[in-house]
């Protein structure tokens, strides 16, 4: 058998010479033991099953072990499987010397056919004899050259041998590779074109990051096997005789590439080439395709270098994807603590300091009565001698809860609030469940003051029925006000819930509008329906922005005769936002209806001059939009820029009328209505919102009827008026107002009757119509938004009797317009969140349509003279009530009343007056009453009482007869009771004479005492009556000589009612009520 061992060592030697004659001359041709060692370790999978190291130092000599990718799961366990059948092979069968065949240089004809590579290894070339290597060490003689000990066994019994144990043969190398491709997943790597210079380097001397850092290698059965296998002198393995690649750097590519690829992985994946044509390992070297197909690949890679940067020029400019490490939480609406929609037995609490503090108490923006410590207090409070405390609310469905919005207790005196606290979930009210974060319970933070609300908002959502606020630290006491965000969790058995809420039919933009949104929404309106609206605004505010309005009417931008004018007002208060939407949804609502041909919205457009203000506070709204509808306290937003509340901020007019009415100046002096504005308020220097100077011109251009301006915050409609007047305040003699004060014990608010206009029943009736169409204003259980409900259920509530005010817009239409407002608050929640809107839609709309409605209520018509032209600023009075219209400068006019009949007067300058009785039905419609006026001589009367000074002329009785001589005798035509009350008032006239004689013989100026008010008069055109020593004048007519005129002292000569109107015939005094 020498001559196999020649065969074999001459096999060696040729392959040795081979890879030597292979390397190019700039490579180093001696190879030393580590290399050897090197390249055997890079070229064959060591470490644990399934890894393989990855060589990085050759160029330096250092090593670097890096973990590759492990198997997928399937190839796992089919590792396993196999592992498991060897052991029961091994201890079924002994270990036996395993006879091989002679060895022989492995023939690569048979190329390793990874699953897909595009481009086939090329192995070393075996088949020339190699030089042999001139190592500077003697390296080790490779152990495969001993003879097995199985040499005597003949061919034939070898194969028999063979023959069965065939699926337990040892793999060939090609089998080896290929398994181990397999295993660390190179197989999907796509073969390249052999590196230059620069990307060798790259290779070789940098990391890639897409492995995972190395780990120790451990030991693994297959490793033990192969140590074994060295032990054994029997065994023998051809990939032990492989040499080690040159460790020069520096090889020439420019010949053919014969080192194996995969020593050499690419990271970067370029565009895949097609895989060669099968065929024999000499195909490998065919060097002319080669060349062509680096040509094209070449090609290839040069146009795209040039697009690359034409792609990455577009990309600079985009902001590179992140991955969130944060993700926004889901967001929910509000339960509806705030907004009353959660009921009282939905909260329950651990305690409460009293009844006035309890559980029902905790909702959010909830506000504290009139006095402390009463039973409607500003929080929820907890009992200071319990340990455990909490706050828990039951929606009574599956919620998913998303946060909790905590704030303060609403007090003058105490700041009290909660700092921290933790949130716990039950679905039976018995076992709770506190949220944590996977290592501890999440403790909250709370408020760092009383007003301000602040939202704590979970990271994932929870669902329960139940949830509890569990307090932990506090300033102060431990109360709280609280808000809980959720959304409902409908499931198939939820239909009971579902049936009774609301969802709106109408097509409507539900949203909230800042003032562009608001601005942009009016002018899409006004395209739809050109022909029935019209946008105006009626000035700016602080800030420059303008109080924009819509004007709905079938004749937009003209006052039509006969047409009355309504109005609705929103915004007042910037944070009163409802208002505000509930007019913009008014204004779609009407242009829908009307285009599809709405009898009833086309009867109020076409019947009915209809003017929609949204906001008259933009400034402050903007302020309370940034802050959002659960962020902002109560006060946020109330005011305008410059301070000012423009409700109260409007003249105050009551003093004045009241204070004329204790003088018994009304009407004779002060009108009962228009009463002018005071001097002062109209200065530059005046605190006077420049909001309410519009909102004043406006109210003065436009004749409006009747109006109304919403708020929220409350549910209920008050009606003037909204001041109280100062005790001992009423209508009537000295002598009756000091029998009021007995009998109501000098009480300031005792009486509140003493806050009622003239026209009570009508406010009321305009009130109730309101309230008794809403869908919720009227539910008697509910009770007030803050407080004990003062309107018995009634949903109406006289303004001064509730929270009396000074200045208030209400009063001054009232008293210096025709028009009769009212104020409306349609909700508890001030800014509701997006998705009440509708609910809240629903609950006015019908309420808003049927006060407007009411504008047709009463009576109108037009006053003209005998020649059909319009009197203008002619007074209608109304016998039993002390207010009168004005009729508007087309001559028409409209007084809301009430169903019954009514004695109506009709006054104007220079034109005698008109009395017609009207009678007002139930139905919907005002009742027609004309009048026709005709001139009288009152012009030619002012000219007479010019030219006597201003005095009044003395009155000639009709009744007096004359005798013979020429001398009347009053006494003759005169009752008994006639002649003895004539007498009675020539007693009192000589009185006063002597009192006033003495008062100018003493030159004192003392005036009689009077009640002390601050009533500043408006200048009035009474002709100045000055004092004469005449004898027939000695004290002439001096207004303040009269304080309190009565049947017994009223000076007959000016008592009118006596006498028949003035006419050409019966002329016999100068003195008309209206003159002065």
């Not at 058998?1 to 030597?20: I, N, Q």
């Not at 803050?786 to 259920?793: E, I, P, S, V």
């Not at 409306?824 to 006015?844: A, R, T, Y």
Request: net charge negative; with cysteine; proline share 8%.
């Amino acid at each position: 058998m020498k001559w196999k061992a020649t065969v074999c060592a001459s096999a060696l030697l040729c392959l040795g010479v081979l890879l030597t004659w292979s390397a190019p001359a700039s490579s180093q041709a001696v190879l030393t033991d580590y290399n050897i060692t090197e390249f055997q370790k890079g070229f064959l999978p060591q470490g644990r099953e399934g890894e393989v190291q990855e060589y990085t130092g050759l160029d330096t000599g250092e090593k670097a072990v890096k973990t590759k990718s492990k198997k997928s799961p399937e190839e796992i366990l089919a590792a396993k499987a196999k592992k498991a059948a060897e052991k029961e092979a091994k201890v079924k069968k002994e270990k036996e010397p395993k006879p091989t065949k002679k060895p022989k240089p492995p023939k690569p004809t048979k190329k390793p056919k990874p699953p897909k590579p595009t481009k086939k290894p090329k192995p070393p070339k075996p088949t020339k004899n190699p030089k042999p290597p001139k190592p500077t060490k003697n390296p080790k003689p490779p152990k495969p050259t001993k003879k097995p000990k199985g040499k005597k066994k003949t061919e034939e019994k070898i194969l028999e041998e063979k023959t069965p144990e065939e699926p337990k043969k040892k793999p060939t190398l090609e089998e080896e590779e290929e398994r181990v491709l397999t295993e660390l997943g190179w197989d999907k790597f796509e073969a390249t074109e052999p590196p230059t210079e620069a990307d060798k380097n790259k290779i070789y001397t940098e990391k890639v990051d897409i492995y995972p850092p190395p780990e120790i290698p451990v030991t693994t059965d297959i490793e033990q096997e192969r140590e074994e296998r060295r032990e054994d002198d029997d065994y023998w393995d051809i990939k032990y005789e492989l040499p080690e690649p040159p460790t020069d750097g520096m090889t020439d590519f420019s010949e053919p590439y014969t080192e194996d690829w995969r020593l050499y992985p690419t990271v970067e994946r370029e565009e895949p080439t097609p895989p060669p044509e099968e065929g024999t390992w000499l195909d490998e070297y065919d060097y002319g395709d080669r060349k062509k197909e680096k040509e094209e690949a070449e090609e290839r890679r040069r146009e795209e270098e040039k697009a690359k940067p034409k792609k990455e020029k577009k990309e600079e400019n985009e902001p590179e994807p992140v991955d969130p490490l944060y993700t926004t939480p889901q967001k929910c609406p509000p339960l509806g603590l705030e907004s009353h929609r959660v009921e009282d037995d939905q909260l329950l609490a651990s305690s409460m300091l009293r009844h006035g503090l309890g559980p029902q108490r905790g909702r959010l923006n909830m506000q504290a009565g009139k006095e402390e410590d009463d039973y409607y207090d500003g929080a929820w409070c907890a009992d200071s001698e319990e340990t455990q405390h909490w706050f828990e609310v039951d929606t009574r469905r599956n919620t998913k809860f998303t946060g909790v919005i905590t704030q303060g207790k609403d007090s003058q005196t105490h700041n009290d609030f909660v700092t921290s606290y933790f949130v716990a979930f039950s679905n039976d009210s018995t076992t709770w469940n506190v949220i944590h974060d996977g290592y501890a319970e999440w403790l909250f933070f709370g408020n760092v003051d009383k007003d301000t609300p602040v939202i704590s908002e979970f990271v994932e959502p929870v669902v329960a029925r139940y949830i509890r606020i569990l307090p932990q630290s506090w300033n102060g006491s431990l109360c709280m006000r609280l808000e809980v965000l959720g959304c409902p969790v409908y499931s198939p058995n939820s239909y009971q819930y579902r049936q009774n809420e609301v969802t709106s039919l109408d097509d409507l933009d539900f949203r909230h509008h800042n003032y562009k949104e608001m601005r942009q929404m009016m002018k899409v309106i006004n395209e739809e329906c050109p022909s029935i609206t019209r946008i105006y605004n009626i000035g700016k505010s602080s800030q420059g922005l303008k109080l924009y309005a819509m004007e709905i009417s079938d004749n937009p931008g003209e006052h039509e005769t006969g047409e009355p004018e309504f109005r609705y007002t929103a915004g007042l208060h910037g944070n009163e936002v409802l208002g505000r939407e509930l007019l913009l949804l008014l204004m779609q609502f009407m242009c829908k209806e009307y285009n599809d041909d709405n009898p009833r919205v086309r009867r109020l457009v076409e019947g009915t001059r209809i003017h929609l203000v949204p906001s008259l506070n933009p400034d402050a709204y903007e302020l309370a939009y940034e802050m959002g509808s659960e962020l902002g306290n109560w006060a946020l937003g109330h005011w305008t820029e410059e301070g000012y509340d423009i409700f109260e901020n409007f003249p105050d007019l009551n003093t004045i009328l009241w204070g004329a009415e204790e003088r018994g100046w009304v009407p004779r002096i002060v009108p009962n209505h228009h009463i002018p504005i005071p001097d002062n308020f109209l200065s530059q220097n005046a605190s006077v919102a420049i909001e309410t100077r519009a909102i004043i011109s406006w109210m003065e251009k436009t004749p409006f009827v009747l109006g109304a301006n919403i708020h929220g915050g409350e549910q209920l409609v008050t009606y003037p008026f909204n001041m109280v007047r100062p005790s001992g305040g009423s209508t009537g003699s000295r002598r009756e107002r000091q029998h009021h004060e007995e009998e109501e014990g000098g009480g300031q608010y005792e009486n509140l009757s003493l806050q009622e206009t003239p026209d009570d029943s009508v406010f009321r009736w305009l009130a109730i119509s309101f309230a008794s169409s809403h869908l919720t204003m009227t539910e008697t259980y509910r009770g007030a938004c803050h407080t004990d409900d003062l309107t018995g259920g009634l949903g109406i509530l006289n303004g001064g009797a509730w929270k009396p005010t000074t200045g208030s817009m209400n009063d001054f239409s009232y008293l210096h317009t025709n028009c009769f407002e009212l104020s409306i608050f349609v909700g508890c929640d001030k800014f509701p969140h997006e998705s009440e809107l509708p609910q809240e839609w629903e609950n006015n709309r019908e309420a808003l349509l049927v006060f407007m409605e009411q504008v047709h209520r009463g009576i109108k018509g037009v006053v003209t003279d005998r020649e059909g032209n319009a009197i203008a600023n002619a007074t209608v009075s109304v016998d039993g009530v002390n207010h009168d219209v004005k009729t508007a400068t087309n001559g028409d006019y409209w007084r809301l009343l009430n169903p019954g009949e009514y004695r109506v007067t009709v006054r104007a300058e220079t034109f005698t007056s008109s009395t017609q009785v009207c009678v007002v039905g139930y139905e919907i419609g005002a009742s027609p009453c004309n009048f026709v006026l005709a001139k009288s001589n009152w012009k030619r009367i002012h000219e007479i009482m010019a030219l006597n000074g201003g005095r009044p002329i003395r009155l000639l009785n009709r009744n007096i007869t004359r005798n013979g001589n020429g001398k009347g005798n009053r006494g003759i035509g005169l009752g008994p009771r006639a002649r003895r009350m004539r007498l009675q008032r020539l007693r009192m006239m000589r009185m006063r004479r002597l009192r006033q004689q003495k008062l100018l013989a003493s030159a004192t100026t003392t005036l009689p005492p009077t009640t002390t008010t601050t009533t500043t008069l408006p200048p009035t055109t009474l002709p100045i009556i000055q004092t004469t020593t005449e004898p027939d004048y000695p004290f002439a007519y001096k207004e303040d000589d009269y304080l309190e005129p009565t049947e017994q002292n009223y000076h007959f000569e000016y008592k009118q009612e006596d006498y028949p109107e003035p006419t050409e015939q019966n002329y016999p005094f100068g003195y008309k009520e209206d003159d002065y």
